[in-house]
Structure formats: structure tokens, C-alpha cells
């Protein structure tokens, strides 16, 4: 079955609940019906605009999504700070994103937390959106596919074929995340494919071949439809392009 591409757009530290309510109605008012057959529209909101998004989706039936860009390890207890996937599949959650690069390196993140977060979303019946991808450095010394791979063998160590299966994987150079420095689409391509390889190898080629694979870093209308054209792209995580709704309605329409 062909992938249906997935847009999400992470806004990361950026507008409270009301100013995501006025977000999300433009970008229904703009998408149509052909839109939506066409591409997954989702939006990845701070926690805090989540209730807001779900009452607003919920009651003028949207078709978008709509995800948490975090979620705690832990089921519940004695974590000060911390948002459970409970408590995000209570929010209508469908995504939550593990592992993005600022959590990495603003919080320390390691591969280890990653997988648990990755396992504590499939407890609750969310999709993790696995966020890996190279610096710099590792570019410069052309180890981009070998550290992504080992991100990605971390994150998934003990789960199983059958929820790898739904996983959706981001693939986000952090030297192209906020700068505006794309990766080509042939650089981008490298690194997606190696991961639907790798992904066959450990899992069979029907797992490999349902996963969405997204390409993140400074995705634009005017970039957009040369990712798209690459044939283990399925969509992209998209930071900043997604807080402008004319700007997010034509990403999502792949820069036509
Ligand atoms: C991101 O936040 O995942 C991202 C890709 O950001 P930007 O599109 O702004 O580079």
C-alpha cells in the first residue's frame, strides 16, 4: 500500500492557546478536501495550547492531526515537570515527536531515553515521530548515514516489528534545523533510504515499506517539492515554515 506523506508542523516554544486556536482555523479554512486526501496535515503544539487544538478539531470536525513534541518515559508518579502519554492520548494526541535535536541537546537526551520514550508512547496508543539526524561535525567527516543508523537501532532496541510498523521517523540533519540551510534533496535521499534499509534488514520489507519517513530542516514552499520527489521521503517535519499558515498551507500542497 502506497504511503500516504505526512506533514507536521512543530512549533516548538512558540504561540499560547489562543494564538494556536487562530493558527489551526486559518490552515482549515485554507486546506480542502483534496488537500487532505492527498497529504496528513498535522500541527505539534506546545503542551499547553493541546486542549485548545483538541476543542477547536473536535468540534468543527477537522481533518488535522495533532501531536505533542514530548512525553515523559514514566507512566505517572513523582515527576515534577513531566506530561505522560496517558495524558496526552487523553488530549486526542495522535504524534508525539522523541528525540528532536533541541531535546538532545538542550536536555540531554541520549538514545537510551529515547527508546523508553519511544515504548512509553506505544502504552498509550501514540505515534512516536523519532526525530534523528547528524551535526555538523559528523557531516563534515561524511559519518551522517553510520550515526543516524545508530540513533536510529537505539531508539528501537526491543520494539516490536508490529509497532515499528506505525512509526514515523524524521530525518533532520541539526546543521539544516532553524538556519536555513537545506540538505539537497540527493543528501537527504541518502540518509532516508539507508534508514528504510536498515529498517528492512531488522524488521522484513513489509515494516520497512509502511514507514513513513520525514525529512526536517528549514523546509520551505520553494524547497519542498525536490524532498518530495525523492522516493523514501514520505513527508517533512517542518520548524518555523509552520507557524505562518499561507506559507504551511503550501508546504503541505508540496510547494504547488
Ligand atoms: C524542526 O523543528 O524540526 C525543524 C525542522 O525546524 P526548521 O524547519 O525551522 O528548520
Redesign the pocket.
Known amino acids: 500500500m502506497a504511503r500516504k506523506p505526512l506533514f507536521a508542523g512543530?512549533w516548538?516554544m512558540n504561540l499560547n492557546h489562543l494564538e494556536a486556536i487562530n493558527l489551526v482555523q486559518k490552515l482549515a479554512f485554507s486546506l480542502n478536501d483534496r488537500d487532505h486526501d492527498r497529504a496528513e496535515v498535522a500541527v505539534i503544539p506546545p503542551f499547553t495550547d493541546l486542549r485548545s487544538v483538541q476543542t477547536l478539531v473536535d468540534a468543527d470536525k477537522l481533518r488535522i492531526a495533532y501531536g505533542a513534541q514530548d512525553l515523559s518515559a514514566q507512566d505517572s508518579g513523582a515527576y515534577t515537570g513531566e506530561i505522560s502519554g496517558a495524558m496526552l492520548g487523553k488530549l486526542g494526541c495522535a504524534y508525539v515527536l522523541v528525540g528532536?535535536?533541541?531535546r538532545r541537546q538542550y536536555h540531554g537526551e541520549d538514545d537510551a531515553l529515547c527508546n523508553a520514550k519511544v515504548k512509553a508512547a506505544y502504552r498509550h496508543s501514540l505515534t512516536p515521530i523519532l526525530?534523528v539526524g547528524e551535526g555538523l561535525p559528523v557531516r563534515q567527516e561524511g559519518r551522517q548515514v553510520e550515526h543516524t543508523l545508530a540513533q536510529l537501532d537505539g531508539a528501537l532496541d526491543g520494539v516490536p516489528a508490529d509497532q515499528v510498523k506505525s512509526i514515523v521517523v524524521?530525518y533532520?540533519p541539526v546543521w539544516?534545523?532553524?538556519?536555513g540551510e537545506v540538505a539537497t534533496p540527493k543528501d537527504a535521499q541518502e540518509v532516508c533510504g539507508a534508514i528504510r534499509t536498515r529498517l528492512a534488514e531488522l524488521y522484513g520489507d513489509d515494516v520497512a515499506a509502511a514507514v513513513r519517513i520525514l525529512y526536517?530542516?528549514?523546509?520551505k514552499s520553494d524547497n519542498v517539492a525536490g524532498i518530495m520527489a525523492e522516493a523514501d521521503i514520505d513527508g517533512a517535519?517542518?520548524?518555523?515554515?509552520?507557524l505562518d499558515a499561507g506559507e504551511y498551507v503550501k508546504i503541505c500542497r508540496f510547494g504547488e
Open positions: 512543530n516548538k528532536h535535536s533541541e526525530c524524521a533532520e539544516a534545523i532553524g538556519t526536517g530542516g528549514s523546509v517535519l517542518v520548524g518555523g515554515a509552520s
